[in-house]
């Protein structure tokens, strides 16, 4: 029975996983570049969710709405002011350090704003458990909310990249944006866009990661985005499901180890997996080879 509880826990784990990493798909597959400062953007989210109920006086919904509509405008800024003027750089070597420099900014912003001590997070999702064979496997109401979260997002991004017109404008920027723009597409509120959404998901990442492990500090988002990227990239980063599933297996891989092998040395586990892959499979699962035209 152990292991089937490892297994929920590594499915709940690698859930919110998957919502981070379709953050980093969507923004790459796009706009072609990774936005590190995506975890922390979680982080910001979760301390919005934090003010909104213990100063402002919020109920949970209310929060984590004004959590999401932060996030985005936080992400339309972000891309605006430090991505867009980086575009058309000879080298993505600025645009990725431009984007490690935004993390920075963000983690020190927290640090002056709520400071170094961890906080305990409250409680906004109030789901009760389901108990099974007899009591001896209990999941908790955040697991299941998690899971089903993390799929309806997935079906919903599926759907509206291919049925919409908004989706498919961003298909035609990500295949060629020349021509895209050539073709009437703007270009700059697509992205734009693909940025708004990954944010506002990045904030239901930051409710669901600090429900299920209840405390934030302002580096909480650092290491489950740099994870939630390793997802990405093991599911086939710009494919959709592929970070989907990438985020979930890469959830049960790191409660395997720990439960199995040592927490110690989980993380490095996780990361010998992205090794593996872009030894064996540098595109991911779902990931395809382009060919490059002369």
């Known amino acids: 029975m152990s292991f089937i509880s490892y297994l929920k826990d590594g499915i709940s784990l690698g859930s919110i996983y998957a919502i981070i990493a379709l953050g980093y798909t969507m923004v790459y597959g796009i706009a072609k570049m990774l936005n590190f400062a995506h975890g922390d953007v979680i982080m910001v989210g979760a301390f919005v969710i934090l003010t909104a109920v213990t100063r402002g006086g919020m109920g949970p919904v209310p929060a984590v709405i004004l959590s999401v509509v932060v996030c985005t405008v936080l992400g339309v800024v972000i891309e605006k002011v430090a991505y867009r003027p980086l575009r058309k750089a000879s080298s993505n070597l600025a645009v990725l350090i431009t984007a490690i420099g935004v993390s920075y900014l963000l983690q020190n912003l927290a640090l ?41 997002i997935m079906v919903a991004l599926t759907w509206f990249v291919r049925k919409t017109k908004p989706g498919r404008a961003m298909q035609a920027v990500s295949e060629d944006r020349d021509a895209a723009q050539l073709m009437g597409v703007n270009v700059n509120a697509t992205i734009s866009l693909t940025f708004a959404i990954g944010s506002g998901l990045a904030a239901i990442a930051g409710l669901l990661l600090c429900s299920a492990y209840p405390t934030l500090t302002p580096y909480t988002g650092a290491m489950p985005g740099i994870k939630a990227f390793v997802a990405a990239v093991f599911g086939g980063i710009g494919s959709i499901p592929g970070a989907m599933v990438g985020g979930i297996l890469l959830g049960i891989i790191e409660i395997f180890g720990k439960a199995y092998i040592s927490s110690q040395v989980a993380d490095a586990i996780v990361f010998a997996v992205l090794i593996v892959v872009l030894l064996v499979k540098p595109t991911g699962l779902f990931g395809k080879n382009i060919q490059e035209k002369v």
């Open 112 to 152: 002056l704003i709520f400071g170094a001590d961890a906080k305990s997070f409250v409680t906004v999702i109030d789901v009760p458990s389901v108990t099974l064979f007899g009591g001896q496997l209990v999941i908790k109401g955040i697991t299941i909310v998690t899971i089903v979260v993390s799929v309806v």
